[in-house]
């Protein structure tokens, strides 16, 4: 990107145009380490990471289960059930770092659970403390209203299914609820949607922590989803039911996602079956797809950011490479030659319209000198140097305005992909995360203070003028992004790198080949 930026580029010719006083060069210096220093503070707190306050003293106690648990578990997941809760989830094949071989768990602080079960105001139903007869895995409770559960898993899904019977001789009616229970996350990311996460009416809604903080949400739908999503992770249920009331809310230090539905009625002798759905597991988008056929919306719950119609494709071009490839590194320095070849016809023309514009220095130079007193005129002599040249001054432009959401893309498709985090590749451990050791950043800052010195043509140096004013103080620009680089994800910094090199040898080719 650092050729559009140059002291020839569209973008500081059309600035000339603007202003043809000459900026003092220290207070350009101090404007340049004003805009250094506050990126810096930016980024620190745009990336680094934000620990939540969770010592709030509890408003209200909830109530411990007495019931014994047991485990239930398949080849991915494993989990705890002690009768109407489920907790403890352990996902096996995700561990908590490169370093760490524990697997990341989930809902395993004290307090923190799904619950699913049943309130009537005529009947008993079980409650936290009811011990239910287990046969061949089915549990068993009540006679005259009989309530069998079934708990299975498949993949991260764990489908609860109640089926209730009334041998009583008169209709009964009961109410269903299904509730979540749990903590902040510790560190949460800016850029990643956390918090509490709503499906209702075909609509996905995000209440992050902090609001939670500040105020309860209620939603009524005919059919949702509901709960708690992390960076990687996300604990969602929905209840297979008609007319319900969503809310989420703070209590105490733990956060409540809960949802209430319309009362059930059951005829004497009749049978109602009721089916919960559970997914606790990676905020992955191909699981998340599969999910979706029994909660609705959670597929939605990968925020791909604005611009999402590049993370998208960017995100399966990444794992495509990677299966390909077998190592992340390798397909993300792939893709940057993919998306840079793709631009290649724009960079090109961008190029020689900057070959040109630097043809045209001494003419500009001999006009803004001319009629430097009459402004009109000289924007209308510039115009006429443009039109002979058949060039523009913004000409150069659009490769770099192509660029940016491209950049800002892959930058969420790296921060939201939960094989990422773990990715090695060379002395990095995690592509997620910064390069511990700053060795990318500096070689980033390298490539691109060398990009930028090939690129300034040797008539402008030394040149007192606005261009080559501005292009003193460019020359701060490496040393400003290698700063602001280091806390970047290492993906996103290798990107870049390999941009920068894949630009020089472009230079080189299009110089060698354009007269």
């Known amino acids: 990107m650092v050729q559009y930026l140059n002291n020839n580029s569209g973008f500081n010719q059309w600035a000339n145009m603007q ?174 949607e956390t918090g509490g996460v709503v499906y209702a009416n075909s609509k996905l809604d995000y209440a992050n922590w902090n609001k939670l903080n500040k105020k309860s949400f209620a939603y009524s739908t005919v059919r949702g989803s509901f709960g708690f999503a992390d960076q990687y992770w996300e604990t969602i249920a929905a209840v297979d039911a008609n007319d319900q009331t969503i809310s989420l809310k703070k209590s105490g230090n733990l956060y409540l996602a809960d949802s209430n539905i319309a009362p059930v009625k059951i005829g004497a002798g009749k049978t109602e079956e009721i089916n919960t759905y559970v997914y606790s597991g990676p905020r992955q988008a191909d699981l998340l797809k599969v999910a979706s056929n029994d909660i609705p919306g959670i597929a939605k719950t990968v925020d791909y950011g604005w611009f999402w119609f590049f993370a998208q494709p960017m995100l399966w071009m990444l794992n495509w490479l990677y299966a390909l490839v077998g190592n992340y590194g390798i397909a993300i320095i792939l893709m940057t030659l993919i998306l840079r070849i793709l631009i290649w016809p724009l960079t090109r023309k961008s190029y020689v319209s900057t070959m040109a514009m630097q043809k045209m220095q001494p003419e500009l130079q001999r006009v803004q000198k001319l009629y430097a007193n009459d402004k009109a005129r000289l924007q209308m002599e510039m115009m006429k ?22 950049f800002f893309a892959l930058y969420k498709a790296l921060i939201i992909s939960v094989p990422m985090r773990s990715a090695h590749f060379l002395w990095i451990s995690d592509l997620a995360a910064m390069d511990p050791y700053f060795i990318l950043p500096i070689l980033m800052g390298a490539t691109m203070w060398l990009q930028q010195y090939l690129q300034t043509p040797k008539a402008a140096k030394g040149a007192n003028d606005v261009a080559a004013s501005t292009q003193r103080v460019m020359k701060w620009m490496p040393v400003l992004f290698t700063v602001m680089f280091a806390w970047m994800p290492a993906g996103l910094v290798l990107y870049w790198t390999v941009s920068n090199l894949f630009g020089i040898l472009q230079m080189y080719i299009i110089k060698k080949t354009t007269k």
């Open 19 to 192: 202003n043809q006083k000459k900026p003092s060069r220290f207070s350009g210096f101090l404007w340049w380490l004003f805009l250094f220093f506050f990126a810096w503070w930016i980024m620190g707190l745009w990336v680094g990471p934000k620990n939540v306050q969770t010592n709030i003293p509890n408003e209200v106690v909830i109530e411990k289960s007495s019931v014994q648990t047991r485990n239930v578990s398949n080849d991915v997941i494993s989990f705890d059930v002690a009768g109407l809760r489920i907790s403890n989830v352990v996902l096996k094949q995700h561990l908590k770092d490169s370093k760490s071989k524990e697997p990341v768990s989930l809902l395993t602080k004290e307090n923190n659970f799904v619950e699913i079960g049943f309130v009537s105001s005529s009947i008993q139903t079980p409650n936290i403390n009811t011990k239910w007869e287990n046969k061949s895995g089915v549990m068993h409770y009540g006679k005259d209203v009989h309530f069998a559960r079934e708990i299975t898993v498949d993949g991260y899904m764990i489908k609860v299914s109640d089926k209730i019977t009334n041998h009583l001789n008169k209709e009964v009616s009961i109410t269903p609820y299904a509730r979540i229970i749990d903590t902040a996350s510790n560190i949460k990311s800016s850029v990643v």
């Open 385 to 406: 140097i443009y039109q002979t040249h058949r060039t523009s001054p913004m000409s150069g432009c659009l490769p770099m305005l192509i660029q940016i959401p491209i």
